[in-house]
């Protein structure tokens, strides 16, 4: 799995079914563990709604496994895989999970800032089975539909949609009116 490619619950859950008896261990840095103490805190389910920057809606929803690191270490083994399923279940008795939800951890210490991460390698070995997180990105939609994000050479505006409306063409000039004005992109200054 890679980054472009976001596990679901479903197939994060099943992961974890096939690995009930070893010691669950996450990596968020390479050489860096979550410490053996971690607790489940809480499991997030979150809608996300959005409009991009080519004024195109996006939906999906997440699922986000918070970590938490007791600050005096309280065990020296982290818990079982068990375990923590029994957690999901205690969760998905209040809450159904959707299982096509994108997977993700959040976790922080005093090292490490707190971010949310994507499962990205499963490694199991002798009794221990390790998460290999990897970073959160960020992506312009409208580039990936063929779209540009950023003024191309002919000086088409940002992320423009395809086929332009009035309505549309007006906004755009409001935009680069604001831009025109402020020359930077600031908070609720129309530059995207």
Known sequence: MNNLNPMNWQAFKSTLLDNPDKILQFQYAKGEYVDASYHITEIKQAPIVS?????????????????WEPSVAETERAMKVSKALSIISLVEKSLPLNPLGVVKIEFGNSKFDTRQMYPSEFIAEGDSFTINLAADFTQCKAITRGQSCGTTPSGEECCTPSSKKETDVKQVQVLEMVGAETQSCTPGGGCC
């Open 51 to 67: 409009v991009d920057c080519g004024g195109v809606m996006n939906s999906w929803t997440e699922i986000i496994v918070q970590l």
